[in-house]
């Protein structure tokens, strides 16, 4: 059985918190945030605090914050050798304060507190600053995913700019493609099939291989009719660089 401690009360924070308490081999034994509101919710679930000179004893301390408040919440700690890990894609585990043993413990996903995740299912990659805290972090990610990677900083800040794309870009598209169906009464609804036929293709082919449509095609008819089409500059000068990316990348 391995204990932790979650510190923050963000969307990762509320994900891990379910899916560790879930689990046979973890035990959550705090749940600290400076404002308690945030977590009171589960007062009679487990011991919470918003003092943080109040903190028990455990094996792991994971501090998931927002990438800004790692450093600052990690100097005010008030404890020394202790084990202390982050959830950031993005943040060096030298962030936190060398006063601890530092890691990095990064689930690679989006969350939302609205949607449900099934952590079985969701990549979490490992970084330890020595070989000897290493095995304690991969005991606590095999309690609740079979998922684990070990990563360096540099892998783990790759698969945080890629998923900005895979993720927060992707949704950026879908909001733009809602705005083009919206502005001429059709049904966004209608393409869900489409991206649930992409999301799946790409599980099983590169999406070099993948590539579809006009501009791979080089189409040129096709895309002077969709660009005469936009009305809206922004989502024009959007289809004028992706279909010069898709171009570039299929020599076109």
Known sequence: MISVVILGAGNVAHHLYKAFSSSENVTVKQWYNRHIDAISSYK?????????????????????????????????LPFENRFV???????????????????????????????DIDFSKVPVCLETLTRKD????KTLATAITPITKRVNSDQ?????????????????????AHEITESKGAEFDLLKPLILETATKVQEHSPFVSQTGPAKRNDKKTIKKHLKLLENEHHKELYKLLTASIQKTHGR
């Open 85 to 115: 890990v982050h959830t950031s894609g993005s943040v060096s585990a030298y962030d936190i304060d060398k006063k601890n043993r530092r890691g990095v413990f990064y689930p690679l996903q989006t969350f939302s507190k609205a949607a």
């Open 44 to 76: 009679h679930d487990l011991n919470i605090t918003d003092d943080i000179s109040q903190l028990v004893e455990a094996d792991v301390y994971i501090i998931a914050v927002s990438d800004d408040a790692i450093a600052k919440l990690s100097e005010k």
């Open 156 to 176: 783990r800040a790759a698969l945080h700019l890629a998923a900005v794309f895979v993720n927060n870009f992707t949704n950026q598209l879908y909001r733009v």
């Open 134 to 137: 290493y095995m304690p972090l």
